[in-house]
Structures are given as C-alpha cells and as structure tokens.
C-alpha cells in the first residue's frame, strides 16, 4: 500500500521521501505536483545553464550548472580503471565498489 501524503497530520516530508517503500512513480507525482515549470536558460558570459524553477505556490529557485564545453569529456582516471581490470579478476562487483567507495573514489562524473 503507498505512502499517503498528509501535510495535516504531521508527516515530514523528507520522511517519505527517504522511506523504502516510497516508489520513484509517487516520487515523479509529488515533484508534478510541486513545481508548475522549469524554464532553461544560457548564461555565455559565465558559461553556466542557468533553470529557473517556478514552483506551484509562486516562489521561484534559480539553479546554475556548468555548462560543458564542445569537446570536453569526464571520463574516469586510467588509475582507477587499471584497479577496477586487477580487482574483477579475484572480487565481485559488490566487494570492489566498496573498495572504491571506502577510498572516496569516484568517476568521471563524480559518482561513488
């Protein structure tokens, strides 16, 4: 059975959102029904994507990404590679990614 969202009775909302019954579909539902629109934007002075969030009671949040440069990749270290080749050899995937999260390293993109 989902999870009710009752601002009412007290329900914090991070509660619900963190809980691990609560599904990515009623998380897509209270996003919708939270924002009304995203508005994109360029920034070429900064080189940002500047997004504009207009969220359904009126505020708005102004978020600002880097933006990537023709030719530019994140690809992950060729270290961490070369460990990643010698540990599937003697590791299953689950013991080697936390090898590599318990050593804070992360891929190109930043991701644990």
């Known amino acids: 059975m989902p999870i009710q969202l009752c601002w009412r009775s007290g329900l914090k909302f991070k509660?619900?959102?963190?809980?691990?019954?609560?599904?990515?579909r009623l998380k897509k539902r209270v996003v919708r029904t939270?924002?009304?629109?995203?508005?994109?934007n360029i920034?070429?002075?900064?080189?940002e994507i500047v997004l504009i969030v207009h969220?359904?009671?009126?505020?708005?949040?102004?978020?600002?990404?880097?933006k990537r440069r023709r030719g530019q990749r994140n690809s992950t270290s060729?270290?961490?590679i070369h460990a990643v080749r010698q540990l599937?050899?003697?590791?299953?995937?689950?013991?080697?990614?936390?090898?590599?999260?318990?050593?804070?390293?992360?891929?190109?993109?930043?991701?644990?």
Do not use: C, F
């Open 55 to 66: 969220w359904v009671g009126g505020v708005h949040s102004e978020i600002r990404l880097p």
């Open 15 to 24: 509660t619900v959102w963190d809980a691990p019954t609560t599904d990515a």
């Open 43 to 47: 920034d070429d002075a900064t080189s």
């Open 88 to 112: 599937v050899l003697i590791a299953s995937d689950d013991l080697i990614a936390g090898l590599l999260n318990r050593n804070g390293l992360k891929t190109g993109n930043g991701n644990r």
């Open 34 to 40: 939270l924002i009304y629109e995203i508005v994109a």
């Open 78 to 80: 060729a270290d961490i």
